[in-house]
Nanobody, 120 residues
Framework: QVQLVESGGGSVQAGGSLRLSCSVS????????MGWLRQGPGKEREWVSS???????SYVDSVKGRFTISQDNAKNTLYLQMNSLKPEDTAMYYC??????????????WGQGTQVTVSS
């Protein structure tokens, strides 16, 4: 099992930055791939970014060049640096983990989420 706790959300004006953190605990077996997903108001949950155990990363096209996913294994923490934020980035952001390869995006473990609100 894996436990995930997000933090770092908040309200920011368009063009601003936020860094989300996810404190991770539990079995490494289930952390083959870590990721961030989001769900905006009235929208379906959307995959945002993933990072594998080899450090390889991937992003949804809408955040490429603006968001950066990283992890500090010594601190058991996953990050999402978000720059040049846009109102359409407004969403609840979730940290997630899976024992599957990242390309599957079938995340099994989820945090409670942290709200990001971007005003124009």
């Amino acid at each position: 099992q894996v436990q995930l706790v997000e933090s770092g959300g908040g309200s920011v004006q368009a063009g601003g930055s936020l860094r989300l953190s996810c404190s991770v605990s539990g079995s490494y077996y289930f952390r083959r791939c870590m990721g961030w997903l989001r769900q905006g108001p009235g929208k379906e949950r959307e995959w945002v970014s993933s990072i594998g155990t080899d450090g390889s990363t991937s992003y949804v096209d809408s955040v490429k060049g603006r968001f950066t996913i990283s992890q500090d294994n010594a601190k058991n923490t996953l990050y999402l640096q978000m720059n040049s934020l846009k109102p359409e980035d407004t969403a609840m952001y979730y940290c997630a983990a899976t024992l599957s390869d990242c390309y599957r995006r079938d995340f099994r473990f989820w945090g409670q989420g942290t709200q990001v609100t971007v005003s124009s």
